[in-house]
């Protein structure tokens, strides 16, 4: 590993950059007359993830690095987006025309990293979108005027195992823009996609980033934590699929499961909502074999 505190020793980082160019070449013609403010389009057929991980993001206290965790993002964007640097990825996606809501995740114990909200909020305002035109909430976001005006968001938030839903995933993540949250647990959970159709949210979302840097694996009852049942995975998911994201950080999940357990380990309440999102409500892809996912930096303990 390097010693600049980042994780990236110098060939990791031209291996992921040397990656991040070869899948811009790959991409379809569309994306190149893709307009400011859009999505980047999917692959035919499938959806593309990209996964960053770097070993040395988090301090020994289990912060994240702010300079680690804004390179990690940038090297996803790029890839994910197929341009030569960042800031062309993140004008891409935003404008100056945009009213930009980051939805965020309060969860105590899991919470999203300030420093990715922070590194989310700078590129962002890069790409031309005015600072008071950029909120970062929660909880709050059938209150807060900026998303209340919105005409773009973010999706961010870390990964873990949930009471109702099996996992608190990217499409759960916006549950907060309904009044009666709890009325959509039902069933596991299982048509948290139609979330996505709610006038706040439909179209709106320009970019995905489930956070994997130190997932919750197992957990028993509404609100409970065990420091035991993390891990450092290191790792950001980005991708324009909310549906492809949370099937990736699934797998993952999964396996973290099967090598602590010894064995495949049901959830206590299976993570149905992905599944349905894609056959049911065809907001993405779910199935393996039709995403892409692009790996950059650390890879010692992948599984995926």
């Not at 994780?7 to 070449?25: C, P, V």
């Not at 949250?181 to 069933?187: I, L, Q």
Request: proline content about 8%; overall charge positive; charged content about 25%.
């Amino acid at each position: 590993m390097s010693g600049d505190g980042t994780g990236w020793t110098r060939r990791d980082f031209l291996r992921g950059a040397a990656g991040a160019i070869a899948g811009a070449a790959a991409l379809p013609d569309a994306l190149a007359d893709a307009k400011p403010g859009s999505p980047a389009p999917a692959p035919p057929q499938g959806a593309k993830v990209v996964l960053v991980r770097d070993a040395e993001v988090l301090d020994g206290d289990g912060k994240a690095r702010p300079e680690a965790i804004g390179r990690m993002l940038d090297l996803g964007a790029i890839a994910l987006a197929g341009t030569s640097t960042s800031a062309e990825a993140f004008r891409k996606w935003f404008s100056s025309r945009d009213t930009v809501g980051i939805k965020t995740n309060a969860w105590r114990f899991l919470p999203t990293p300030a420093p990715l909200e922070q590194a989310l909020r700078d590129r962002i305002a890069a790409a031309g979108v005015a600072p008071a035109k950029i909120a970062i909430d929660d909880r709050g976001v059938l209150e807060n005027p900026v998303f209340r005006g919105a005409s773009a968001l973010v999706n961010v938030r870390p990964l873990r195992t949930h009471h109702w839903a099996g996992v608190g995933s990217l499409l759960k993540n916006y549950i907060m823009f309904v009044e009666d949250p709890s009325a959509w647990h039902g069933d596991s959970c299982a048509d948290l996609a139609g979330l996505w159709k709610l006038p706040a949210v439909a179209g709106k979302t320009r970019l995905n980033v489930l956070v994997m840097l130190t997932p919750l694996f197992h957990s028993v009852g509404p609100h409970d934590f065990n420091p035991r049942y993390v891990w450092r995975y290191n790792g950001l998911l980005l991708g324009t699929d909310p549906v492809a994201v949370d099937a990736t950080g699934l797998r993952i999940l999964e396996a973290k499961r099967r090598e602590h357990f010894g064995a495949d380990e049901p959830f206590a309440v299976p993570p149905k909502h992905i599944r349905v999102a894609a056959d049911k409500h065809k907001l993405g892809v779910a199935d393996p074999g039709k995403i892409e996912v692009v790996k950059i930096g650390w890879t010692e303990g992948i599984l995926i």
